[in-house]
């Protein structure tokens, strides 16, 4: 059973704190992973892919990759109240083409 | 770029009529869409794959004669809810995989059984 595991929260910060999401997934095969973030009501929203080790940036945002602990976080640094959302985790385990396999998502709350 | 559309966005129907749902890919070719469906406070729940050309793959538990997929063209899924019923009201997500393996979401279509 391929599983990915967030915490659900809620992960409360200040404004202007760096948020740190966290991620963790059970197949080792594992290949790409992608963080995205909803809205309540409103569909899925793209933030960022990463496919190695590592870390990413976009701005605001940076993916971290560790395939040997099989985990994948998100910061957000310069947390603003337009953060607040659920972020969902989704990785891609090499199985039907783009099929993903997703988190429940952490909610994060951003207090002025 | 990577633009997915839903239509309708909202849709409140009576009890045993059928939906129909589009989704589109705007401004890129799609062979490959997924539907998704979502209850309140829930997660993101897998329904079906949907293959341009070819049948959709079905997640277990999913009746493909319930929900019928058609995928007639790179840019155009299309997802009926036949028959429905109140616990069919949820939230329906479709998504079009771009490149680099990527799911770009629709907007989402919210379904009312009454």
């Known amino acids: 059973q391929k599983e990915v595991e967030q915490n659900s929260g809620p992960l409360s910060v200040p404004e202007g704190a760096i948020a740190s999401l966290n991620c963790t997934y059970s197949d080792r095969g594992s290949q790409s992973f992608f963080w995205y973030r909803q809205y309540s009501g409103k569909s899925p929203e793209l933030i960022m892919f990463i496919y190695s080790n590592g870390d990413k940036e976009d701005g605001r945002f940076t993916a971290q990759l560790n395939k040997a602990s099989q985990y994948v976080s998100l910061l957000i640094r310069d947390s603003q109240p337009s953060d607040s959302a659920t972020y969902l985790c989704?990785?891609?385990?090499?199985?039907?083409?783009?099929?993903?396999?997703f988190g429940k998502g952490t909610k994060l709350s951003v207090k002025p | 770029g990577a633009v997915v559309s839903q239509h309708p966005s909202r849709v409140i129907c009576k009890s045993g009529t059928s939906v129909k749902i589009e989704c589109r890919s705007l401004?890129?070719?799609?062979?490959?869409m997924f539907w998704y469906r979502q209850f309140p406070k829930k997660s993101l729940m897998l329904m079906a794959t949907?293959?341009?050309?070819?049948?959709?793959?079905?997640e277990q538990g999913v009746e493909k004669d319930k929900f019928l997929i058609n995928h007639a063209s790179l840019t155009l899924s299309t997802l009926t809810v036949t028959s429905a019923h109140p616990e069919d009201s949820s939230f329906y997500i479709c998504s079009a995989l771009g490149g680099a393996d990527t799911q770009y979401f629709g907007p989402g279509t919210r379904l009312t059984v009454l």
């Open positions: 401004d890129f070719q799609a062979t490959t």
């Open positions: 949907s293959n341009e050309g070819s049948k959709a793959t079905y």
């Open positions: 989704a990785v891609n385990y090499g199985g039907s083409q783009g099929n993903l396999i």
